[in-house]
C-alpha cells in the first residue's frame, strides 16, 4: 500500500500562493531544471475554497487576523523571530514569530480526491480548532529518474492545504505538540485510505522542499542505475571469463579427440597397406594369436619396419 505524510510548515503568501495556483508568471519563471511540471496534466489538478475566502484572497485574510490578534489580546501579532532572556538563569531562548497561516504538503495516491482531503481537515478542526482554507491537488509534478528521458519520469502526486491556525476565541494560535503532530500522521493515512509513512524519529531524515526533493531524489535514483549498471558490468566480465575458461577447454578436448582419430586412421591405413609399424604390430599380435605367447626377434636390416621370411620364432624362455 502507498505511503502518506503531512508536513506542515509557515504558509509563504508570496511564493506559495502562485505555485499552488500554477499561474502563468509563475510557470514562466520556475527552474525547470529542478522542478518539473507537465503543463498538459495541469488540467487535471483539483482545488477547493472555504466559505470564508469569499470575496477575499489571503493577504486580505491574514490582515483580517491581525486585527483579531489586536482585538483580542490588546497586542500586535509578533510575526517576527525574538530573542528572550531569563531572568533567573540568564539563559537566553530564541522564540519563533507567530504563523497564523501554516500549510500542509500531503503525499497523494493519483486517485486522492477533495473529499478525502475535505475529511481530514474536518477531523483536524474538531480535534484541534485549526481551519482549512483552500487545498490543492497537484497532479502534473514529478521527476525523471534519468534526466531527458521523459520514460523514466516518476508522478509527485501531492496536496497543499492552507490552514487557519489560530483560535479565534482567545486570539491566540494553536497549540500542536509532537503528539498531536504525530496523530495527524494516522489521520491524514486513515482518511486517503494510504499508510503512514516511516516517522522522522525513525528515520533520521529531515523532511527536504520540494525543489530539493527533486534533486535529492534524482541523485539517489541515478547514483543507484550507476551503482547496477557496474554490478552487471562485473557479472558480464564473470560470463567472459567462464566462456574463455569453457572454450578453451573445449578445444584441448578436441585437439585430443583429433589426435586419437588420427592415430586409428594412420593404423587403419597400415593395416590395409602392410607396412609401417601399425602393420609390424598386426603382424605379431597375428603370430602371438597362432603359436601363444612367443619372443619374436627381428633378424631383418633392423630397421623395424617389418618382419621377413628370416625372422626366428622361438617359444618363449626356450633357444
Same mark, same amino acid.
Given at each position: 500500500?502507498a505511503?502518506?505524510?503531512d508536513?506542515?510548515?509557515?504558509?509563504?503568501?508570496?511564493?506559495?500562493?502562485?505555485? %499552488?495556483r500554477?499561474?502563468?508568471?509563475y510557470l514562466?519563471?520556475?527552474n525547470?531544471?529542478?522542478l518539473?511540471?507537465?503543463?498538459?496534466?495541469?488540467?487535471?489538478?483539483?482545488?477547493w475554497e472555504?466559505?470564508?475566502?469569499?470575496?477575499k484572497?489571503?493577504?486580505?485574510?491574514?490582515?483580517?487576523?491581525a486585527?483579531?490578534?489586536?482585538e483580542?489580546?490588546g497586542?500586535?501579532?509578533?510575526t517576527?523571530?525574538?530573542?528572550?532572556?531569563?531572568?533567573k538563569?540568564g539563559?537566553?531562548?530564541?522564540?519563533n514569530?507567530?504563523s497564523?497561516?501554516?500549510?500542509?504538503?500531503?503525499v497523494?495516491k493519483?486517485?486522492?480526491t477533495?473529499?478525502?482531503?475535505?475529511k481530514?481537515?474536518?477531523?483536524?478542526?474538531?480535534?484541534?480548532g485549526?481551519?482549512?482554507?483552500?487545498?490543492f491537488?497537484h497532479?502534473?509534478e514529478?521527476?525523471?529518474?534519468?534526466?531527458?528521458d521523459n520514460?523514466t519520469?516518476?508522478?509527485?502526486?501531492?496536496a497543499?492545504?492552507?490552514?487557519d491556525w489560530m483560535?479565534h476565541e482567545?486570539?491566540?494560535s494553536c497549540k500542536l505538540?509532537k503528539v498531536?503532530?504525530?496523530?495527524?500522521?494516522?489521520?491524514?493515512?486513515e482518511?486517503?485510505?494510504?499508510?503512514?509513512?516511516?516517522?522522522k524519529?525513525?528515520?533520521?531524515?529531515?523532511?527536504?522542499?520540494?525543489?530539493?526533493?527533486?534533486?535529492?531524489?534524482?541523485?539517489?535514483e541515478?547514483?543507484?542505475?550507476?551503482?547496477?549498471?557496474?554490478?552487471?558490468e562485473?557479472e %558480464?566480465?564473470?560470463?567472459?571469463?567462464?566462456?574463455?575458461?569453457?572454450?578453451?577447454?573445449?578445444?584441448?578436448?578436441?585437439?585430443?579427440? %583429433?589426435?586419437?582419430n588420427?592415430?586409428?586412421?594412420?593404423?587403419?591405413?597400415?593395416?590395409?597397406?602392410?607396412?609401417g609399424?601399425?602393420a609390424?604390430?598386426?603382424?605379431?599380435?597375428?603370430l602371438?594369436r597362432t603359436?601363444?605367447r612367443?619372443d619374436i626377434q627381428?633378424?631383418?636390416?633392423?630397421?623395424g619396419?617389418s618382419l621377413?621370411?628370416g625372422?626366428?620364432?622361438?617359444?618363449?624362455?626356450k633357444p
Amino acid at each position: 500500500m502507498a505511503q502518506t505524510s503531512d508536513h506542515i510548515k509557515p504558509y509563504n503568501i508570496g511564493s506559495s500562493k502562485a505555485h %499552488n495556483r500554477r499561474t502563468q508568471e509563475y510557470l514562466k519563471r520556475i527552474n525547470k531544471d529542478r522542478l518539473y511540471i507537465r503543463s498538459d496534466l495541469t488540467p487535471q489538478n483539483s482545488s477547493w475554497e472555504s466559505s470564508l475566502m469569499e470575496g477575499k484572497d489571503l493577504t486580505a485574510y491574514y490582515n483580517e487576523i491581525a486585527r483579531m490578534v489586536k482585538e483580542k489580546t490588546g497586542r500586535a501579532m509578533q510575526t517576527k523571530e525574538r530573542t528572550v532572556i531569563n531572568k533567573k538563569t540568564g539563559k537566553t531562548k530564541i522564540v519563533n514569530g507567530s504563523s497564523p497561516l501554516r500549510e500542509s504538503v500531503v503525499v497523494c495516491k493519483q486517485d486522492t480526491t477533495i473529499d478525502q482531503l475535505k475529511k481530514y481537515c474536518d477531523r483536524c478542526h474538531v480535534r484541534w480548532g485549526i481551519t482549512a482554507l483552500q487545498i490543492f491537488i497537484h497532479q502534473d509534478e514529478g521527476h525523471y529518474s534519468i534526466p531527458g528521458d521523459n520514460s523514466t519520469r516518476k508522478p509527485n502526486c501531492h496536496a497543499h492545504i492552507v490552514w487557519d491556525w489560530m483560535n479565534h476565541e482567545t486570539g491566540k494560535s494553536c497549540k500542536l505538540g509532537k503528539v498531536d503532530m504525530s496523530l495527524m500522521q494516522d489521520m491524514v493515512a486513515e482518511c486517503l485510505e494510504m499508510e503512514c509513512g516511516t516517522r522522522k524519529e525513525k528515520t533520521g531524515k529531515e523532511h527536504l522542499e520540494r525543489t530539493d526533493f527533486i534533486i535529492a531524489k534524482q541523485k539517489q535514483e541515478m547514483e543507484e542505475a550507476a551503482n547496477k549498471k557496474k554490478h552487471l558490468e562485473h557479472e %558480464n566480465q564473470i560470463r567472459e571469463k567462464i566462456g574463455a575458461e569453457l572454450d578453451e577447454e573445449i578445444a584441448r578436448k578436441q585437439n585430443k579427440v %583429433n589426435r586419437e582419430n588420427g592415430n586409428t586412421i594412420l593404423s587403419n591405413a597400415a593395416k590395409l597397406l602392410g607396412k609401417g609399424k601399425y602393420a609390424d604390430m598386426e603382424k605379431k599380435h597375428c603370430l602371438e594369436r597362432t603359436f601363444g605367447r612367443y619372443d619374436i626377434q627381428d633378424e631383418s636390416d633392423g630397421t623395424g619396419t617389418s618382419l621377413t621370411v628370416g625372422t626366428n620364432i622361438r617359444k618363449a624362455g626356450k633357444p
